[in-house]
């Protein structure tokens, strides 16, 4: 075990540090997690995705009997109403009483931040904002039944007040979607559920079906795979939220953080998949030393021990940098998903100065399971430095703004000769003109 993570202890002050570093980089930005766009697997994509877009229901059958070995006919796609009662129904009383208190902290959250359905409009200017009608829900399924993205994603859709839920996950469990990710469908009452995943699922909420309508809109988290097909789609045929996986921290853990917490929270994350990444920035070399040693040991009670070491070799790394202000600096690049920061009293002043996260996590009792299940903000979340650009999943993303104007006849008036003069510049006369003809009646 110890010389499966030999490699992932990079000093700064050692000779080769640059070049390691820049490796890793150039890796959790994405060029060996998610398909880029010459490359075969991006190809293969797009070719899934044109065929749903051309056959439909055939496609996205024989794709999903194909990467998930299940036979199904157009109409066994959609899960029935009551095999959703029956899995809420047996879903164990603790595990639903915790289900509806995360549920409710969600809610509360999201209710705070909504723009709402509201029109404001004053002195001839405004702005409405609008749900959209319609949205898809990608819910990985592969590798565990995660309720918890349900939950994540359809709650704030509902604050916003989305019409039209779909919710799509793989059928990986006895031919369908595990029994406690439909038992919190049932609970949130969405009617809509398809026991579909991958690129497929993808290409027909995005291009519609014979049996699947057409969405506005898919979010989600997912593999390679599925934020792949999310980008090929994105734009011109349905937005989307963000790309949000493979799943990453980064954790900037001072001398007073505790190297075992630390290596949990590392393991949190590998345990996702192979994909996955968990970084270290550290002062303190000393910690960093602690750190990979606890992780040694840690490893050896997990039970995805094997994926977990792999996903740590490949990318993940513990770095010891010269002060904590290079830590800020290189954290702020990297741009994470979920960004931790473990200094003891300076934790709140270190997280001020972190501008590019998708969300943080501040001092050593908030690892990041607390805002995956629990705390209210979505853990949907943009990877691979996206969060320079992208932001968390909130009802927000659910919302589109219409922009309002109505002008007077006293308002075009006072402002036609300055719209005249600025349309001719541009050599746009039938634009001069719909004003000037305004003004001769």
Request: net charge negative; glycine share 8%.
């Amino acid at each position: 075990m110890s010389d499966s993570l030999r490699d992932i202890l990079l000093v700064s002050s050692e000779p080769g540090f640059e070049a390691k570093f820049e490796e890793l980089r150039r890796t959790m930005l994405g060029a060996a997690r998610l398909a880029g766009y010459d490359s075969k697997e991006n190809q293969a994509v797009a070719m899934i995705l044109r065929e749903v877009a051309e056959q439909g229901d055939e496609a996205v059958a024989r794709y999903t009997e194909k990467f998930d070995g299940v036979t199904l006919a157009p109409g066994e796609f959609r899960v029935t109403p009551e095999a959703m009662k029956d899995a809420h129904d047996h879903l164990d009383a603790r595990l639903l009483e915790s289900l509806r208190k995360a549920i409710r902290n969600v809610r509360e959250y999201q209710q705070k931040i909504v723009i709402g359905n509201q029109q404001q409009l004053s002195q001839g200017t405004g702005i409405r904002y609008t749900p959209i009608r319609r949205v898809g829900i990608c819910v990985p399924g592969a590798a565990a039944p995660l309720p918890s993205t349900v939950i994540m994603t359809v709650v704030p859709a509902q604050v916003a007040g989305v019409k039209e839920i779909a919710v799509v996950s793989p059928p990986r469990f006895q031919g369908s979607i595990h029994p406690v990710i439909l038992g919190i469908c049932h609970e949130l009452r969405v009617e809509e559920v398809y026991r579909l995943g991958g690129v497929q699922a993808v290409g027909a909420l995005a291009h519609g079906t014979q049996t699947i309508a057409k969405v506005d809109k898919i979010v989600g988290p997912g593999n390679k795979w599925v934020q792949a097909a999310k980008k090929n789609v994105a734009g011109d045929y349905v937005g989307i939220d963000s790309i949000a996986g493979p799943s990453e921290v980064l954790i900037i853990a001072g001398k007073e953080a505790n190297p075992a917490w630390v290596a949990a929270d590392m393991l949190s994350q590998a345990e996702h998949g192979t994909d996955s990444s968990a970084v270290v920035l550290t002062d303190s070399q000393s910690v960093a030393a602690a750190i990979l040693e606890q992780l040694r040991d840690q490893l050896k009670a997990l039970p995805r021990a094997a994926e977990a070491t792999q996903s740590l070799s490949r990318f993940s790394r513990i770095i010891v940098v010269k002060d904590m202000s290079k830590a800020i600096d290189l954290a702020n690049e990297f741009a994470c998903e979920h960004l931790e920061v473990q200094c003891g009293v300076e934790s709140r002043r270190v997280a001020e100065r972190i501008t590019n996260a998708g969300a943080i996590f501040i001092g050593p009792h908030t690892p990041v399971a607390v805002g995956d299940y629990w705390a209210g903000p979505s853990h949907t979340l943009p990877t691979g430095a996206r969060a320079k650009f992208s932001s968390a999943l909130t009802c927000n993303d659910f919302v589109k703004s219409i922009s309002l104007i109505e002008y007077s006849a006293e308002q075009l008036a006072a402002s036609a000769d300055d719209i005249i003069r600025l349309a001719e510049v541009e050599g746009l006369d039938a634009h001069a003109r719909s004003v000037q003809i305004r003004r001769q009646q």
